[in-house]
Structure formats: structure tokens, C-alpha cells
């Protein structure tokens, strides 16, 4: 960090700042972090191994950390595949408790396209955060629920 500060410095440049970076604890204090980066409006944390040195582009070293919120809608439809998904299914058309209706694609695996959850089945899905309008944003098939 005292290189990386010492650089930015010789920049010279207003708008060019290192990113804070601190280290945490345990799990309970990285839950606490994330909780009051939302409330300040801050979509999650990037956690870096304290070990490992920068690269560019993607790296198992980093890791984004969002919270997510989990669900469950019934399926009310099915919606066909397209390009590689022809002949399967591209989404499962998922009713909300509320009423409003969304199509659930991402997380289905090809065998669950094959044979989708039938309409009238509920499913759990995952998502990040809400549309203006309420709908799950970023949503991702988790499981089908087993029958009580």
C-alpha cells in the first residue's frame, strides 16, 4: 500500500486515489462491513487475498462479495430456447407472491431444460437487489421445492 500511495502521489493527478482496503477479522465483522456498505449505497465488496500481488483482468485472488436475497415463485409457464437452447427450455416463467411474473433462466442447468419443473411447482431463486417495478434483479435458479 505505502508503494501504491507513494505512485498515485507522483501522478499527480486529483481524480486517481487508491482504494481503501482494510483487513477484517472474522466472518461476523465482513458481514457487518458488508451490511453498512449497502446502507451507504454501495452495491458489495471486493475481498482480495492479503497474500497475493495485482493482476489484470479476472483472478482467483479476488472476489466480489454482494449480498443476496433468496425466494420462492411458482412456475406458471414455460418459455422456448433460443440458439443453442432450441428444443429445451430458455426460462421458466416464475409468478411472484405479490402477483408479478418474471422469467427465470440464468442457473438452470441443460438436464433441468430438458425436463423444466412443471407448471405449478415451486421454485427457490436468488437474486442481488429489486427493479423499481419489484422484480428480482439478477435472478438465479436455485432448486425445486420438494413437496410437504
Known sequence: MAFLQS???????PWLLPVV?????????????????VRQGGEGLMLHRSDALWQAGRTDALFKFTPEHDEEGLVVGH????GRLVGMTGALLVQMTSGQRFA??????????????????????????????????????VRVREAE
Open 79 to 82: 418459455q422456448p430456447g433460443k
Open 7 to 13: 505512485t498515485l502521489a507522483q501522478a499527480q493527478q
Open 21 to 37: 482496503q482494510r483487513e477484517v477479522k472474522d466472518a461476523r465483522a465482513l458481514q457487518a462491513l458488508l451490511l453498512d456498505t
Open 104 to 141: 427465470l433462466g440464468a442457473g438452470l442447468s441443460d438436464a433441468l431444460r430438458r425436463d423444466p419443473p412443471p407448471v405449478g411447482a415451486w421454485v427457490t431463486y436468488r437474486y442481488r437487489e429489486r427493479t423499481p417495478s419489484g422484480l428480482p434483479r439478477f435472478a438465479s435458479f
